[in-house]
């Protein structure tokens, strides 16, 4: 979505561009106003409006609307503001100006020729800052003009290395290695040193972008910075109670940008969350709503899986925050590890409450990030969302802690990114369910999994490879009932049926019904469950079809599943067994190919054999195309004469098409 009220970026192209400046009409009611060049001495109209917002919070009561002229703000804002169900308090952009909210260091952004000095001794191109910042931690940071991330380097080796190789000296040990335009925060000194030297790897056919490497200035003195401490918050949304933000940009966060403790009736409209390790971080909040948002982490076109993993896990082996001399260290975990997480309350805080509960989030856009969106709680609703352009994990589902979900939907998302679409792992339940139907899971896209080697110049890549992974599947604590319906996948595959069916647990429901599975390249892994009478598994109505390689890959794998005994629980729903009534045929979709370049069409042809090969679903599954009662289901996430999927901001990306509009 490309605005007309920035100029042309010096850094690199925009990936994620700021929203179109909102022409919302003013409301009625209470109306006050803040400005960067106003003064919190004055009454808040629109003719003398205050300066600061945390001063205007201060001032807000039920049904207040708090306008916010246009420019940066440079705060780090406390909303603990009450207003109520009937009676909102609103914080807002003016129509048609652009209002950031920016916890960075303001001098990095207004006067970033007097913020750095060259870096005596330091590496050609290397810079240092004009003062010492003691005692912040860290810091992390993004290009102001295109908001893409810069790297968090923890040892300065790596950011003065001319090297962009991976050269392995020993098991675990590398070369100092340069990974892009970074920073590093000397925590003796306080100085916090960058460099934003270009970088040179090879453009291969699997890279997602066509202007891959940094190729912009290189001198900071002559381009806006934010440069965010640890600690930097723009928005803490503390027990504040029916509050809406709409058509506003977050950024310039440390480790979070927007924090929800304990929030009721939250509601975000039209913003824009940029960078931070996590852009959002949710407790006990509830009702949320999110709409028209983009939430973007800041993992750079040239930045891969393998720098922004932990590269050695354990503490035993060097010292986790202090490079010692045997040269085992990270290289940069800040930028971003998850796009929004949730948290778990603990009993004995004064305002305990477990859950985020009640929320519905709805055609978002979350991108760039290791992890893509967390989600946990009760009653959480995630549709018609687009997520991209992750390293991991598309959607966690998991509790973070024990008996922490009840009822989580996720439902006609497009997931275009990642190793796997839905990731869990071994600690959530025991109880609950997860409803995953109707979504659009198109992992062509390869991921960039490792910087450059001499073996491998271009880097290595790796497609996303199943539907569901369980993290920490040697040791199952506990575990949700999951359920995948009426999803239509497209992935090169380990799985037999994504491993839809993987990682059980006896007693706990998994269900498989009616997925449209697509497969590409090698099948590896074949259909195991050990032990199967112990577990709940129904699984059936699926169709199957490798789209180069027809059925031969499929078909013994189809008579494994078929061929497991299954326990009273599972025949309850599968009476004839696993797979009974599943298919392998080609569906006859309007286009499918595995070139992320091409638009695929997902939607069945009039001849496709999907179309009245469903089973009936339970009547206690939600489904928005739920067929005419009586009528068996189609396979897959569309029905026969469906509009094509849409998701995303205003619903702008359709299913099928990952050349999408910036």
């Not at 030297?197 to 056919?205: D, L, S, V």
Request: aromatic residues 12%.
């Amino acid at each position: 979505m490309p605005t007309s009220d920035h100029p042309a970026a010096v850094s690199h192209p925009p990936i994620r561009p700021m929203p179109a400046l909102a022409e919302r009409p003013m409301s009625d009611g209470p109306a006050f106003f803040v400005s960067p060049e106003g003064d919190d001495a004055a009454d808040g109209s629109r003719r003398a409006p205050w300066r600061s917002i945390n001063h205007a919070l201060t001032r807000l009561r039920a049904g207040d609307t708090l306008y916010l002229r246009g420019g940066s703000y440079f705060e780090n804002v406390y909303c603990a503001a009450a207003g109520r169900p009937d009676a909102p308090i609103t914080l807002r952009a003016y129509p048609g100006e652009r209002v950031i909210i920016d916890g960075a260091l303001p001098e990095f952004q207004r006067d970033p020729a007097a913020a750095w000095r060259p870096a005596p001794d330091g590496a050609p191109g290397e810079y240092v800052s004009a003062r010492p910042y003691r005692n912040i931690r860290d810091v992390v940071g993004l290009f102001a003009d295109s908001n893409i991330g810069l790297q968090t380097y923890w040892d300065p080796r790596d950011l003065r290395a001319g090297n962009e190789l991976i050269i392995e000296e020993a098991k675990g040990i590398c070369k100092p290695i340069y990974c892009g335009p970074g920073l590093w925060y000397d925590k003796q000194s306080g100085l916090i040193h960058i460099r934003l030297a270009h970088t040179h790897i090879p453009q291969a056919p699997e890279h997602l972008y066509e202007k891959l490497n940094y190729e912009g200035e290189t001198d900071p003195r002559r381009l806006p910075l934010v440069i965010a401490p640890f600690a930097a918050l723009p928005l803490h949304v503390d027990q504040g109670m029916y509050v809406r933000f709409q058509d506003l940009v977050f950024r310039g966060g440390g480790y979070v940008a927007v924090r929800l403790t304990f929030g009721v009736g939250i509601e975000f409209d039209g913003c824009a969350i940029y960078g931070a390790t996590y852009p959002v971080w949710s407790k006990g909040t509830g009702p949320l709503k999110m709409t028209h948002c983009g939430v973007h982490g800041m993992i750079p076109p040239w930045g891969t899986r393998w720098e922004n993993a932990l590269y050695v896990y354990r503490p035993d082996r060097y010292p986790p925050f202090i490079p010692d001399e045997s040269g085992r260290r990270h290289f940069s975990r800040l930028p971003s590890h998850a796009l929004l997480v949730t948290e778990g309350g603990y009993e004995f805080e004064t305002f305990y409450f477990p859950h985020n509960h009640d929320w519905d989030i709805s055609y978002c856009e979350f991108s760039d990030g290791h992890d893509g969106v967390y989600l946990s709680g009760s009653n959480i609703r995630f549709h018609h969302n687009w997520v991209d352009a992750l390293q991991d994990d598309g959607i966690y589902v998991s509790a973070p802690t024990p008996w922490f979900n009840t009822s989580v939907y996720i439902y006609q998302n497009c997931i275009t990114s990642g190793i796997t679409a839905i990731g869990a792992h071994a600690r959530g339940g025991p109880g609950g369910d997860i409803h995953v139907f109707r979504n659009v899971i198109d992992l062509r896209k390869a991921l960039q999994w490792e910087r450059p080697s001499p073996g491998a110049p271009q880097g290595r890549f790796w497609h996303g490879h199943s539907v569901f992974f369980m993290h920490g599947s040697g040791r199952l604590l506990h575990l949700e009932a999951m359920h995948f319906y009426q999803n239509t996948v497209l992935f090169r595959s380990i799985h037999y049926a994504g491993a839809t069916y993987a990682s059980m647990l006896p007693g706990v429901p998994r269900r498989s019904f009616n997925n449209l599975f697509l497969y590409e390249g090698s099948l590896l892994r074949p259909f195991a469950i050990p032990d199967s009478e112990k577990y709940d598994l129904q699984m059936d109505g699926n169709l199957h079809w490798h789209i180069t390689q027809g059925d031969m890959p499929l078909t013994p794998m189809m008579q494994k599943a078929r061929s497991l005994p299954i326990g009273e629980a599972a025949r309850k729903g599968c009476p004839s067994g696993l797979e009974a009534r599943a298919l392998i045929a080609d569906p006859k979709l309007r286009a499918v190919a595995w070139d992320y370049r091409a638009m695929n069409d997902y939607r069945p042809t009039p001849e496709s054999p999907a179309l009245g090969r469903g089973i009936a679903l339970p009547a206690v599954y939600e489904d928005p195309l739920r067929p005419p009662e009586g009528a068996a289901p189609d396979i897959g996430a569309f029905p026969r004469d469906a509009e094509n999927l849409r998701v995303g901001i205003r619903g702008r990306i359709a299913a099928g098409n990952l050349e999408v509009p910036r």
